[in-house]
């Protein structure tokens, strides 16, 4: 009897835990995928950009489009170089929200240059009151993972 009222106590405990690893999770890979890119960049020699595709739920890596090319949304042209270079899908629970300047950005997108800097860009996964929050230092490219909102 009393090993049951525990098990019944621990489980809501259990769920939230797996949901909290689930968002740590996600989030680290969109992490390690802003950190491949900046390497990508540095190693080429060229504009190297993260993209966030909201309808396919994941992240690829992608060379810049050149001026010319319009850098339509939606495009899923990728190289084979590149192809592995993509996040797995995320649930559609999952809130992703990328942020350059502290604003929005349209093309959901952050670039990073050959020199090593990048856009200063904050990204945040969250589900229910699970939240991750990945911040791209302008400077550096370098990328830092941290529970919790973005600090303001």
């Not at 349209?106 to 020199?115: A, D, G, Q, S, Y």
Request: charged share 20%; with cysteine; aromatic share 4%.
């Amino acid at each position: 009897m009393v090993l049951a009222i525990l098990v019944a106590a621990a489980i809501p405990r259990l769920q939230q835990t797996a949901l909290r690893l689930r968002v740590e999770q996600a989030a680290s890979e969109l992490a390690q995928l802003l950190r491949a890119a900046h390497e990508q960049a540095v190693a080429s020699g060229e504009e190297t950009v993260w993209v966030w595709d909201a309808d396919a739920r994941r992240a690829r890596v992608e060379g810049a489009p050149p001026a010319d090319a319009g850098g339509g949304e939606g495009g899923e042209e990728t190289s084979p170089a590149t192809e592995s270079l993509r996040s797995s899908a995320l649930p559609k629970e999952f809130s992703v929200q990328l942020l350059l300047h502290s604003q929005p950005v349209e093309c959901n997108c952050v670039r990073f240059f050959p020199e090593g800097t990048s856009e200063p860009a904050t990204l945040t996964v969250s589900f229910q009151a699970h939240v991750m929050t990945a911040t791209v230092d302008e400077t550096t490219g370098h990328v830092v993972l941290l529970p919790g909102p973005a600090a303001r």
